[in-house]
């Protein structure tokens, strides 16, 4: 029906036939949910013809479409695709690929409610939040749309008379680009728009869990003029599309967010070709509240911070550090403030707390819970999955209080990736500082404290890429550097000005205007 209307209502001139394909395709697609892979300029199925489903996690039994499940051969077709297109982009302009991603940054801005309405249908967070994480997308485009006109290199004074010393920024080729869930928008542009301003080609592997907003997302860069085969999209598992698109000796670099352990195996793979890798990893991030802070506003931040997301943030408030003199009263408030936490359907404006990503997390927040009794900790609020009415058909987990934790504990130290916080009891600043400290990982942390001195000794003690001076753990800007130290990352930074460098290489150029030959370190000593 839709497709005939469409038929009816366009005249087929020759100028507007690219744009009822599209439409045809837009329809067509819609109306089947069925979604493809994009390979070297077209849209096609996986070579084997295999697909999976995408669910919606607040309600399990709504199919949002099928989606390629693509093995090796497909990704050998992207990064032929890709290599063909990288001659002709790194030779357009820098400020040309700016230009484009700003109209990018355009798209997304009048398609924002509906990509964040799709976004929680796929992964469940609440509206304000994927709205959230599109804006953050939003903001990256224009910040990469100005970085096309300032990709800086260095000009220096040579030893040598008559010479001129330069440094210039180039493309590297292939950025092979891995993402997880939990942001399904922002992450990807991270990734995507500096490794495109900088003039590289693309293949993405996006989650298998939100492969509807990655596969918009590539619509959108098409629509503004991104040429085809420059990105490729390759939709697939972690082994079937990542593994390969690893090793693969057409890819220069790969950029990957997730998990810590598949960052080691990343790591390791990719260390044999000597592939340049960017790995944004795990957190076990803490809220420290000492005696002197604002109760209520230390109290906002661990809600947001534990609870928003579902607790499925990276930078999700994993521990709380209380100061033993206000250890009972801010207790009080927590549980009161976080057993009236509304579960539900992230569409619903009166939702705080949307589902798990799938049965597999609630079962690993479970999983959590049994071992933290196991250790002698105890259950101050929830604990159990959660099930009742409008939750019945969807992976929704209780918002989750352990207290007499003690620093040793797994609870303490393991990221658990969900609304489970674990609570840690501390009689001084030192003490404090310490536990933050007793973890491998080092994302990001907190400190509430009216006391400006204990602040910045927090600045200079903690032990993580991100600190919060009273505000909570979570809350990244487009253009700051954001990572972590430790087993968070390898010492890379997404965000701001730091991650241009990772997508481009430093070409060191001497141009010598003597004519004559002047040997460096020889004939002018
Ligand atoms: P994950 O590691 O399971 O998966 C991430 C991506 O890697 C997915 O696309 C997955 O398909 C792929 N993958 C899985 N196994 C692979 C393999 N062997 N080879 C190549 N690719 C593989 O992580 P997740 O469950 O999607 O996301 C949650 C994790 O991500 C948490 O640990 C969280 O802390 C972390 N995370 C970190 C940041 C950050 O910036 N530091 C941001 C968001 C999430």
Redesign the pocket.
Known sequence: MVVSLVFTNVTLTNGCMIEFVRVFHDEVKRMSQKYRNFIDGEWVDAMSGETFENRNPANWNEVIGTFPKSGKEDVDAAVKGAREAFDAWRLTPAPARGDILRRVGDIMSARKDELAKNMTREMGKVLDETKGDVQEGIDTAYYAATEGRRMFGHTVPSELPNKFNMSIRVPMGVAGI??????PMA?PTWKIFPALVCGNCVVF?????TPLTATTFIEILLEAGVPPKVVNIVH????G???P??NHPGIDLIS????????K??SK?ASDSLKRVSL????KNAQIVMNDADLELALEGVLWGAFGTTG????ATSRLILHEKVFDKFMDMLVSAAKNLKLGDGLKPETQVGPM?NQD?VETVQGYVKIGREEGAKLALGGHPYKEGECANGWFHEPTIFTEVTPEMRIAKE?I?GPALSVLRIGSFDEAIKVLNNTRYG?SSSIYTADVNQAFRAMRDIEAGITYINGPTMGAEAHMP???VKE??NGHR?GGWEVYEFYTETKTVFVDYSGKLQRAQIDNY
């Not at 944004?280 to 957190?283: A, I, K, P, V």
């Not at 499925?312 to 930078?315: E, F, N, Y």
């Open positions: 891995i993402t997880p869930w939990n942001f992450i592997k996006p989650a298998s869990d697939g598992t972690g082994v599309v990542g593994t698109l690893i990957f967010t997730g998990s810590s352990g598949v960052g195996t990343i793979a944004e990893l795990g957190g499925q943030r990276c930078t990503i997390q990221e990736f994302l954001f990572g972590g968070t990352g997404e």
